[in-house]
């Protein structure tokens, strides 16, 4: 699989494409925005890490470019500011996901691979945290290689977990992929939901953990 | 010397003091020129008079003096009217003639000059003014004096001048009170640009550097102080301008070698040390984000139509830190208002100041424990954890740059809580720091 590091300084450019292709990953490395233009436009690659700052322009400008043409390319930015503003202009301008400099590795390698994994990109078919496996195709649960039985409903919950490793997915958010737009819904249904699901984790032996952060939503992470 | 606050009231001070010096002088001047101008008109007359007199004085051949006056002039010299007085004096002093039973001369004091005398002179209760004139007549020098009883005058001219106050003077007053009342109009009107030019000058504030005073219709004694003005925001601007550049270009510089060294830490093969390594970038990513954002709000001004949702960023800010503190085995937890809790000022800014209060919070918690979030209306957000409270000496120190308990401690820098405060400030909103009654501190930001 082949990403593009957009990324003006040399040196960062050559570590994160060297610990990508440690991750099995193949990279092309682009360091002006002509550059990157160039290659975007020419090689379809399965995602695009880019920094926002270029010596020769912005990266939002190649970012809006890429959308107008209707790529569907996930776009990982990053970006030295930290503002909500730059967030907001960034994920306006359709990247996927950002990353704040200075970011650890393995940050940018799952953000990367979330992306990847979306309905319709290039990564697997399967979501693995730990022990627990799902099949993105089947919507089947594996722990420990055992298929598991999940209702449909449990499953649609887990998918969105693992989709969201290690990162808060908010209650509207489940409550939204369950329900959709079935109207009223009752306060306390996605909770049962997540109740039953982490119990039968629990109970099969998943060692992973699902966290309610409350009046937020829920964390999925390994079990410590 | 009362000194006034306005221009406005300065110049109408000064306007009435000299409107009140011109009440007075006026009049007194008018006065004056009045009484000249009738005092030359008497003298005149007296010359006219004593001209007259002398028409009608003959020497006859035999020496003898004669004065036939017609019967109209007898009758203004005569006794009874008393008004006017003649006498017709030769160069011995001697009196030829006189209007007087007592044929003395009107003026003592006559010293029979060549030139035009005027006198005056007492007789009586009576003021006697006139004049002495000389005239050649063959070899001998005659003097005719013609006086008038000034306390007869008052009958015309007099009249006038007395009553002049009563009359006309008063007339003064009103025009100058009128006078006033349009001039209050006029500097009312001169001074508007002024007024306009600073209430634009109001509006002028960090987060709105563009705009300038207008120098339209500006008269020209002020319009070099504007123009002054105009380029000190010029230059203020541009000062703002090269900062926010120098924090963004900062900020680019710092963090990018952060993330080199992280990357490049990341590829040791002593994981130990990594691991300790990272902990050290970590500390000093954050002190670098945070002196960013101290030299951000250097420059930082609300933009008075943005509006925030407290909600929305305590919810945002519980989701990115709920795995750093899962990490460290605590928690988050958000409770309050369960719709929006909007407020005036910037989202950004507002997430940035109870971002440090959650790090704060979360660094004093123990593990097991929760940090709570909590969202009231009409904006208030609280950020309680179960550490070991503020003491009472500390409320006012832990807001102060760079201040810390444990100095011995690293990783902090103790700039969040000073942020914070800078950020509270800026939206004129209250940091409240107290202590729980389970334990524990309870940051509040209370939004007016």
Request: proline letters at 3%; a neutral charge; glycine letters at 6%.
């Amino acid at each position: 699989m082949r990403l593009a590091v957009v990324e003006d300084n040399v040196e960062l450019a050559q570590l994160l494409s060297r610990g990508l292709q440690e991750k099995g990953y193949e990279t092309d490395i682009l360091t002006t925005a002509a550059e990157a233009r160039e290659a975007v436009t020419s090689t379809r690659y399965a995602a695009l890490v880019l920094d926002l700052g270029l010596p020769d322009g912005d990266g939002l400008s190649i970012l809006r470019e890429v959308r107008q043409r209707k790529d569907p390319v996930p776009v990982l930015v990053l970006t030295a500011r930290g503002g909500v503003h730059d967030r907001v202009n960034g994920l306006r301008s359709g990247a996927d996901d950002y990353l704040v400099k200075p970011f650890a590795f393995e940050e940018l390698v799952a953000r990367l691979e979330a992306l990847l994994r979306r309905p319709g990109q290039m990564l697997g078919r399967s979501l693995q945290v730990a022990n627990l496996v799902f099949d993105t195709e089947s919507r089947q649960t594996f722990i420990d290689d055992k298929p598991q039985v999940l209702s449909a409903r449990e499953t649609t919950v887990l998918e969105l977990l693992l989709r969201r490793k290690d990162r808060v997915i908010s209650k509207k958010l489940v409550e939204d992929h369950i329900f959709g737009n079935a109207g009223e819904v009752a306060s306390n249904a996605v909770e049962v939901y997540v109740h039953r699901l982490r119990k039968q984790l629990a109970e099969r032996g998943a060692k992973v953990q699902i966290h309610t952060i409350r009046g937020v939503g829920y964390l999925l992470a390994e079990e410590k | 010397m009362i000194s006034f606050k306005s221009i406005f009231s300065r110049i109408i001070f000064l306007h009435v003091i000299a409107l009140v010096i011109t009440a007075i002088f006026m009049p007194v001047v008018l006065y004056w020129f009045l009484r000249s101008a009738a005092n030359d008109l008497h003298a005149q007359a007296m010359r006219e008079q004593a001209g007259l007199v002398a028409h009608y004085l003959q020497l006859r051949d035999d020496g003898h003096w004669t004065l036939d006056l017609p019967p109209a002039l007898q009758d203004l010299y005569s006794q009874a009217y008393g008004r006017y007085a003649y006498a017709v004096i030769d160069d011995t002093g001697h009196v030829l003639f006189s209007s007087s039973k007592e044929q003395t001369a009107i003026f003592p004091q006559d010293r029979r000059s060549p030139e035009v005398a005027f006198l005056e002179t007492r007789r009586g209760d009576a003021r006697l003014s006139g004049v002495s004139i000389a005239r050649r007549m063959g070899e001998h020098m005659v003097w005719i004096e013609v006086g008038e009883d000034l306390a007869h005058r008052d009958v015309i001219i007099d009249d006038i001048v007395a009553d002049f106050f009563m009359r006309v003077g008063w007339i003064i007053l009103p025009i100058l009170f009128f006078l006033l009342l349009i001039d209050v109009v006029i500097f009312r009107r001169a001074l508007r640009p002024l007024v306009h030019a600073s209430e634009s000058a109001k509006k002028i504030n960090p987060a709105r550097t563009d705009l300038r005073l207008s120098e339209e219709s500006i008269p020209d004694e002020i319009l070099p102080l504007v123009q002054a003005v105009n380029q000190a925001f010029d230059r203020l601007e541009v000062g703002f301008r090269v900062q926010r550049e120098f924090t963004a270009d900062a900020a680019h510089e710092l963090r990018t070698p952060l993330t080199i060294l992280r990357s490049r830490v990341e590829t040791l093969a002593d994981k130990t040390a990594a691991a300790a390594l990272k902990r050290d970038i970590d500390a000093m990513s954050r002190i670098v984000s945070q002196l960013l954002d101290i030299a951000e709000l250097e420059t930082f001004a609300i933009d008075p139509a943005e509006r925030a949702d407290l909600r929305d960023i305590c919810a945002e800010l519980a989701e990115f830190a709920a795995p750093l503190a899962l990490a460290q085995g605590k928690h988050i937890a958000l409770s309050g208002a369960a719709d929006s809790v909007r407020v005036n000022g910037s989202g950004e800014m507002i997430a940035r100041a109870v971002r440090n209060l959650i790090e704060n919070a979360l660094n004093h918690s123990p593990a097991g424990q929760t940090v709570e979030i909590v969202v009231e209306k009409p904006g208030v957000v609280r950020v309680l954890d179960d550490g070991p409270g503020i003491k009472s000496d500390e409320r006012e120190l832990i807001f102060r740059r760079f201040w810390r308990r444990d100095r011995r401690r690293s990783g902090s820098a103790g700039l969040g809580l000073a942020i914070v405060k800078r950020i509270a400030d800026a939206h004129g909103a209250i940091v409240k720091v107290e202590n729980r009654a389970g334990g524990g501190a309870a940051f509040s930001l209370i939004f007016a």
